[in-house]
């Protein structure tokens, strides 16, 4: 009886765990904190410093720490061997000054603080180490992993996680003596040539016994199966790195790599993701609950002033070290704002430290709260910085603003240039009209002006902007913005101030093409409409149909559309297929 009792708590536990998170992150998502946040309050709320339903939070960051492998197998498997060495330069160049001259700033602000220098240097380092877990988090949400701002970002962590290694053996190298001990730590080469074995037995497993043992897996037709092996070959790696005294996350992602050009990366990734997504949550959760609020009152303002004064410290050498490798301000920013933190491995770090007795269980307790308010701060400095500073601060280095050069009206104006402006362009160029294009980005300016192509800094839902642009004036305005609202506003705009000026405008669904019908747009393109249709067309090349039927049945499609926007149809686009529908039964 006593058994079901406890089996039964233990439940409850878990679903109070669970339905917290899902409470808790959507709702925070909602006002825009992203829920990494969420979770961390979540953990804080459930912790033994909050209703206390949960006491035993090592054991839940040791289960948790999974969700950081994973995320890491995940972020390997999109690393291809090729583009890994292609980053070399950022992950040992920019990875290795970041790290170094972090380290030499902190390690005196510890000696200044009265600490001896084997307790600074140790203390400081696990906030050299940037959370891998909060910043793929945020990266993932935004995303921005596979963009050339976000790999840099990839590159540093990747160095920063190479870190725990070597600063693992610096610790139990400044533990001091035990004569009473009786059990020797090997000597550093033997250690050092576990490491290297363990990372050889993997690289040669990843080489040739991985893609083979998929194959076979894969002709089973079990689903199951593939599902048990992707999460074998994670842990395996994970607790063979953690063997030869490496970091299991650091594992996981060489497990990635190796699998990044096979064909089953996409299988791998999908049945990792619900694991990994899981997992990390549970992380983020227990990193909630482990923040001692006891021990945070009792050292208040000694933890604020050194969150505070680290976090300021790292992030302006962040900032630093991103301006010397040619950033820009922006991006710059926005990476000392991401990696301002400290990481996840520090409680690693912290936790051999104090074991071995580099650092005594104050330090410890205080480091970790320190480290833990960073990790939470983080997601609420970003969003401010988002929404009340960004703006007002847009990096303009080398962009050309419209409203500065009035002899820029061309008597074609694009208003977006992202992908679908980039395609549409090309047209009246190529027609030899003389072309005026403004964007907001001004990444994609810049990225515009390597290619030659001269691209203005405007906003297009401004009346003077427009103006500026000659959109008053112009014969034609491409309208490519994915923005539906500030389309039809800009449309409207348009039409009231030069009714003759035609519009091209980049419609996002039926709903936004009948808004702008109302606003008197001259023509817009449904950015799935035409794709669809032309993949309709492929489907009956595929069932033998000749190009004459192909090109009858699509003119009947689109046809049937201008019929149901020509009558104002309110329906969705079930309609159209109810239409196309009575037209092929009227034909039998």
Not at 52 to 76: C, R
Not at 377 to 402: A, C, E, M, N, S
Not at 462 to 489: F, K, N, P, W
Request: aromatic share 8%; charged share 15%.
């Amino acid at each position: 009886m006593a058994e079901e009792t406890q089996s039964a708590h233990s439940l409850l536990n878990v679903v109070v765990l669970i339905g917290t998170a899902v409470l808790a992150v959507p709702l925070f998502k909602k006002l825009g904190l992203g829920s990494v946040l969420g979770y961390l309050a979540a953990g804080l709320v459930l912790g033994p410093f909050g209703l206390k339903l949960f006491q035993d939070t090592q054991s839940i960051m040791h289960l948790a720490e999974l969700g950081v492998v994973m995320f890491l197998f995940v972020i390997g498997l999109e690393m291809k061997p090729a583009h890994l060495w292609g980053l070399r330069k950022q992950i040992f160049g920019m990875g290795s000054m970041q790290a170094l001259i972090l380290a030499s700033i902190l390690t005196l602000l510890g000696l200044l603080y009265g600490l001896p220098w084997q307790t600074a240097f140790v203390a400081i380092s696990g906030f050299v180490l940037s959370s891998t877990a909060i910043v793929m988090q945020i990266l993932g949400e935004r995303h921005e992993l596979a963009t050339p701002r976000g790999q840099k970002v990839v590159s540093i962590l990747l160095f920063e996680d190479l870190l725990i290694v070597p600063l693992l053996a610096i610790v139990a190298f400044l533990a001091p003596v035990d004569p009473n001990a009786v059990v020797q730590k090997p000597p550093v080469w033997q250690q050092l040539g576990t490491a290297l074995l363990s990372l050889g037995i993997l690289v040669a497993a990843g080489l040739w016994l991985l893609n083979p043992l998929f194959r076979i897996l894969a002709k089973s037709k079990a689903r199951e199966v593939m599902t048990g092996a992707a999460l074998f070959v994670v842990l395996g790696a994970a607790l063979l790195m953690e063997w030869g005294g490496i970091s299991m996350a650091m594992g996981a992602f060489t497990a990635g790599v190796l699998l990044s050009e096979s064909s089953f990366r996409h299988q791998l990734e999908t049945d990792i993701e619900p694991f990994r997504g899981l997992l990390l949550g549970l992380f983020f959760l227990g990193v909630g609950m482990s923040l001692n609020l006891e021990m945070v009152a009792e050292n208040l303002w000694m933890i604020l002033l050194g969150v505070l004064s680290l976090m300021t410290i790292k992030s302006s050498v962040v900032y630093l070290v991103a301006r010397l490798s040619k950033s820009n301000k922006t991006d710059a920013i926005d990476r000392a704002l991401l990696m301002s933190q400290g990481g996840e491995f520090a409680f690693v770090l912290y936790a051999a430290a104090a074991s071995q007795g580099v650092i005594d269980s104050t330090l410890h307790a205080n480091m970790t709260a320190i480290v833990v308010i960073s990790m939470a701060l983080t997601p609420i400095f970003i969003l401010i910085y988002q929404k009340f500073i960004r703006k007002k601060t847009v990096d303009l280095d080398g962009v050309d603003h419209i409203l500065d050069d009035e002899n820029s009206r061309g008597n074609v104006l694009i208003i977006g240039f992202g992908r679908m402006g980039q395609i549409a362009s090309q047209v009246p160029l190529a027609y030899g009209a003389t072309v005026t294009i403004i964007d907001n980005n001004p990444d994609t300016i810049r990225s515009a002006q390597k290619h030659g192509l001269k691209v203005y800094y405007g906003d297009g839902s401004r009346e003077d902007v427009l103006y500026a642009a000659g959109a008053y004036h112009a014969d034609c305005v491409m309208i490519c913005l994915d923005d539906s609202a500030v389309a039809t506003q800009i449309v409207r705009s348009i039409k009231h101030h030069s009714p003759t000026t035609k519009t091209v405008v980049r419609a996002s669904d039926h709903h936004h093409a009948f808004e702008l019908i109302e606003a008197e747009a001259d023509f817009f393109v449904r950015e799935t409409f035409e794709a669809a249709v032309d993949m309709g067309g492929k489907t009956l090349k595929a069932l033998g149909a000749d190009e004459e039927d192909v090109e009858k049945y699509n003119a009947q499609i689109r046809n049937t559309d201008k019929q149901k926007y020509a009558l104002e149809t309110k329906g969705d686009e079930f309609s159209a297929c109810e239409m196309a529908l009575k037209n092929a039964e009227g034909k039998r």
